[in-house]
């Protein structure tokens, strides 16, 4: 059965619509493998049929100026504390955090601001040149920062992986995103056309945008050619784009789509929360500012295109997949003692072609072998022998022999590879060695020097490599375990 992922956002035509916009990416890169439901207060229609459309449930809120009691009440009626929370906006402070927390589940925090303390379990903030350490979190938060983790829809990711150079000329992208509270829209179009160096715009207006009446007006006396487009899906957003060489856009989400899809970007700042993201944009070559427009030496525009497509590869889904699977585990494993039940799952384990492989003695073990050596190892008071379950469903297994050094092996079930079971295996069997043992000790393991998901793995959780222990084409490892 699926873990659910609890989504809290919200967005209208006063806050805009970007907080929901992330969260609807995250969701959809999450879908295949979690349950995803988004919680939005009243959201209108577009934003309705676009949510739905994006993740498993949609749970319409009431407005409440009350956020602590809405907390509590989530908390109570839609959460049972075995799903991860991901909350997205500014009014969810450290005490709704931790009202979420409480209840059970890992909690998630996309942030942009890094103003106010936070009790998350991870935060998102894909900004680039933010550093954990300008973060007032806790030692447990972990961090997802900068463009390797950047919240877009996959049709931007798709396009980052296929770059088709636009083939437009002197056309340009404007969208100030899904509800331009100030109507920024219209004085970039003054801009443009003053310039006189733009022909023809394509200018996408958010669900929540409210000033058509005075956009209308100023297009009949406009010399632009303007084509409005309106709650584009992504989709269609990509094939807009491709069809612009520049794009004016404010640094927000909607600049980092169109990093994806590449072409000469200027970026006109309209809220104070874009400050991170305008300085990295600017500051790594990834942009012009709408100051310099236009910029005609093509040797900087290709400057620019050339190092969107290095900083943005369009594979953050697998990343953040990847960081979501492991606070799944984190939350439904438990390692326990191995008994006498446990003697042909390890058979079966160690049995398997790839497990032998990357054995040092790689012969196929026969069950009366088995069957004696996993006897004596369980009752041998200088074996300590773990099992890791995901769900009540034994996924590997982790072994220390206590000698001059605690000797360790593990393996993981061959269905249960790739989910990095593996890291947690042997960090969870560590700090059970650490607890049963009561002393100090030094803890090695040995590798074979092509087994690459272990290798990474050791290094992972601090090991270092112990010269001249192993045999040959292997790698010794080894840590120091204190109390």
């Avoid at 006063?14 to 890169?29: D, K, P, W, Y």
């Avoid at 498993?56 to 809120?61: A, F, K, Q």
């Avoid at 009561?438 to 803890?443: H, I």
């Amino acid at each position: 059965m699926k873990t659910d992922i609890f989504f809290r956002a919200d967005g209208h035509n006063r806050m805009g619509v970007g907080h929901v916009m992330r969260s609807l990416a995250l969701s959809r890169m999450l879908m295949r493998d979690f349950n995803c439901l988004v919680a939005i207060r009243n959201p209108n229609p577009a934003l309705r049929t676009l949510a739905r459309g994006l993740c498993h449930r949609l749970i319409e809120l009431p407005e409440t100026e009350d956020d602590l009691a809405e907390a509590a009440l989530l908390a109570k009626h839609f959460l049972s504390g075995k799903e991860i929370v991901v909350l997205d906006g500014y009014h969810f402070g450290a005490e709704y955090q931790a009202l979420m927390r409480r209840r059970g589940g890992p909690v998630v925090c996309i942030d942009d601001l890094h103003r106010e303390p936070f009790v998350a379990d991870l935060i998102i903030n894909h900004a680039g040149g933010i550093r954990p350490e300008d973060y007032d979190a806790q030692p447990y938060t972990r961090f997802c920062l900068g463009p390797d983790y950047a919240l877009l829809h996959k049709a931007y990711l798709e396009a980052a992986r296929s770059r088709i150079r636009p083939n437009g000329h002197r056309v340009a992208f404007v969208c100030m995103g899904g509800a331009d509270p100030h109507n920024d829209t219209l004085k970039v179009l003054h801009r443009l056309e003053a310039s006189g160096f733009v022909r023809q715009c394509y200018v996408v207006l958010g669900p929540a945008y409210r000033h058509h009446e005075a956009l209308r007006a100023y297009l009949q006396e406009s010399s632009l050619s303007v084509m409005l487009l309106e709650n584009l899906p992504p989709e269609h957003m990509v094939g807009y784009m491709r069809l612009c060489p520049l794009a004016v856009l404010p640094p927000s989400t909607v600049a980092l789509e169109y990093c994806c899809v590449g072409g000469a970007l200027y970026l006109h700042q309209t809220a104070d929360n874009q400050n991170d993201l305008r300085r990295y944009l600017l500051g790594e070559g990834l942009a012009f500012d709408l100051a310099e427009f236009p910029v005609v030496q093509p040797e900087r525009v290709n400057a620019v295109m050339t190092r969107q497509a290095e900083v943005f590869d369009g594979h953050s889904d697998v990343r953040l997949l990847r960081a979501f699977i492991h606070l799944e585990n984190e939350m439904h494993c438990r390692l326990r003692p191995a008994t006498i039940d446990d003697m042909m799952s390890f058979f079966r384990w160690a049995n398997d072609p790839e497990t032998r492989r990357q054995s040092f003695n790689s012969k196929p073990i026969t069950l009366a072998e088995h069957k004696h050596w996993f006897s004596r190892k369980l009752f041998d008071p200088a074996s300590y022998l773990y099992v890791l379950e995901f769900k009540g469903q034994p996924v590997g297994q982790i072994r220390f022999d206590l000698k001059e050094r605690a000797v360790l092996s593990y393996s993981v079930a061959p269905e249960f590879r790739g989910r990095g079971f593996g890291t947690l295996l042997i960090e969870r069997g560590l700090a059970r060695l650490r607890q049963d043992v009561g002393e100090p000790l030094e803890v090695v393991g040995y590798v074979k020097a092509e087994n690459a998901a272990s290798n990474r793995a050791f290094r992972k959780l601090g090991f270092e490599p112990l010269p001249g222990a192993a045999p040959r084409q292997a790698v010794a490892y080894r840590l120091a375990v204190r109390r």
